[in-house]
């Protein structure tokens, strides 16, 4: 059975290779003999291959932080999904909010992004979430639909246990206030309802939390059955904070 617990750290841009190297070294030591949590790390695409290398011999996984649908072209600056294999990566984070939103993908775009990974055989994180004057206008459960459907419309549904969703209130990331435990529970419930809803789904989706995710705050919400893990940025950064929350994890099972 799969660890009932993902931790996928987002180490965004931050890192040269020798730190990300040492940081990950750090991390699959702390979070060595766990049971029931696994763990994922997402450095940088220049630091990709040599973490990789660096966590052989450990079950820590690798991937990457956005992946391009074309194998190859025309595409200056993007990354393919051959590309990301060949370095190792097993899993592409889509659709972060800094994506959408500081470099302005659309839900068509992150969508196309999301099919190419899944169809490759890697798992994608699909994030998804609302932003702050969205949520003041009672728009929340609109933008998760409209961001969840337009994946659900957009892939073939042979490929959806590649996906994993992720839920990212926009106001909670990286600002030190993370959701409460109810907006998570019914963010969560919305998601996996619209999910099923469609209609041809067999099995409820697998949905991280992030948003300012921390050892303090962690407790709250992993032990809720709809909670499969987090999508960490900050915390991923200092080796303690994230054994920490495995180990938070651990004890919740
Ligand atoms: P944060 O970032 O934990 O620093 O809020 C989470 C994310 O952006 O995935």
Request: proline share 4%; with cysteine; charged share 20%.
């Amino acid at each position: 059975m799969a660890p009932r617990t993902l931790l996928v750290a987002n180490w965004k841009m931050n890192l040269g290779i020798a730190e990300s190297v040492s940081l990950a070294r750090a991390i699959a030591e702390g979070c060595s003999g766990l049971a029931q949590t696994e763990i994922w790390l997402a450095p940088s695409f220049t630091a990709l291959a040599a973490v990789k290398e660096s966590l052989s011999s450990t079950p820590v996984k690798v991937g990457a932080q956005n992946a391009h649908w074309a194998d190859s072209g025309a595409f200056t600056g993007e990354v393919s999904v051959p590309m990301l294999k060949e370095c190792g990566a097993t899993f592409a984070i889509v659709g972060h909010s800094e994506r959408r939103h500081i470099l302005g993908e659309s839900d068509l775009l992150v969508v196309k992004r999301a099919a190419a990974v899944a169809a490759s055989g890697m798992q994608c994180i699909f994030c998804v979430g609302e932003k702050l004057e969205e949520r003041e206008r009672g728009l929340t459960s609109m933008v998760l639909q409209r961001q969840l459907i337009a994946l659900l419309d957009g892939i073939d549904r042979k490929l959806l246990p590649n996906i994993i969703l992720a839920y990212e209130p926009v106001w909670a990331i990286g600002t030190g206030k993370a959701a409460e435990v109810e907006d998570i529970a019914s963010a969560h419930a919305e998601l996996a309802s619209i999910w099923m809803s469609t209609g041809h789904q067999q099995s409820a989706p697998r949905i991280l939390y992030g948003g300012s995710v921390s050892p303090e705050n962690f407790h709250t919400f992993v032990h809720l059955p709809s909670v499969g893990g987090a999508l960490v940025g900050g915390a991923s950064l200092v080796a303690e904070k994230f054994t920490e929350l495995a180990k938070i994890s651990e004890q919740q099972q």
